[in-house]
């Protein structure tokens, strides 16, 4: 999950969705989440499936935004659940073994409560103020990004705001990876905007060394 996509129809600016993650991955994403808030459960599970279909070659796991009944359905290797979707717990005794678990932490409370938990990483959220979810919690910022490295065991995700120009910056301050809808899913070349993502990560990674 270091470079890892979030996908939003609507930031795709009229271009098709899967030709947007297909671009993606070739530029380096390395994580994809479906994040689908207004479709129809039936449709929900054929873009999941078409999805996993996708990146199967690319070795990229696939992860399905609150829903363990599209996860199931569609084989995809994991969900991501927030402080308001399906309890850990719940999420954890419906999956199959070696499906993963991400988690949203909006809150020290909720990072102090996740180090009981199985997860493949705790997501800070938002790191920044983002429009592309405006029903967020207070952002954590970079003090913030501190304290939850301090306290937390898990691998750490930051999303909300991310871009050019801060990726290096959260990444030498603690976190492993950033998640991004706008920075990937707007830019002109998705493709690009990704290659250019993973090297700024690189260049923080190379900072904390
Ligand atoms: C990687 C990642 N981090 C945080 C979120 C937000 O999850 P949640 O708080 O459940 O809000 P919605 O995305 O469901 O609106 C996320 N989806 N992905
Ligand atoms: C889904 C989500 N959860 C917290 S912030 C956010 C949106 C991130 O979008 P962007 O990368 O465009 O700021
Ligand atoms: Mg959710």
């Known amino acids: 999950m270091e470079l890892y996509l979030v996908t939003d129809e609507a930031a795709c600016l009229g271009r098709d969705l899967f030709w947007v993650v297909e ?23 054929e873009r999941a499936k078409r999805l996993k279909e996708l990146l199967k070659p ?35 005794a419906l999956l199959p073994p070696g499906k993963i678990i991400g988690l949203s932490a909006e809150t020290p409370e909720h990072v102090v409560e996740a180090e009981q938990w199985d997860l493949a990483y705790l997501a800070l959220s938002p790191l920044y103020a983002t429009p592309s979810k405006t029903d967020h919690a207070e952002p954590w910022g970079l003090t913030g990004l501190h304290w939850v490295r301090a306290n937390s065991r898990h691998p750490l995700v930051v999303i909300g705001g991310l871009n050019q120009q801060n990726t290096t910056e959260a990444i030498e301050n603690g976190a492993n990876g950033i998640a991004v809808i706008s920075a990937i899913c707007s830019a002109e070349s998705p493709r690009t905007a990704a290659a250019q993502l993973k090297n700024r990560i690189q260049a923080g990674q190379a900072k904390t060394v």
């Open 58 to 92: 690319y070795q990229v796991p696939l992860i399905i935004n609150d829903r363990v009944d599209v996860v199931l359905a569609s084989d995809a290797d994991g969900v991501h659940i927030g402080q308001s979707d399906m309890p850990y717990e719940t999420v954890r």
């Open 23 to 45: 671009e993606a991955v070739k530029g380096g994403v390395t994580m994809v989440q479906l994040r689908e808030k207004s479709l129809d459960t039936r449709a929900f599970v």
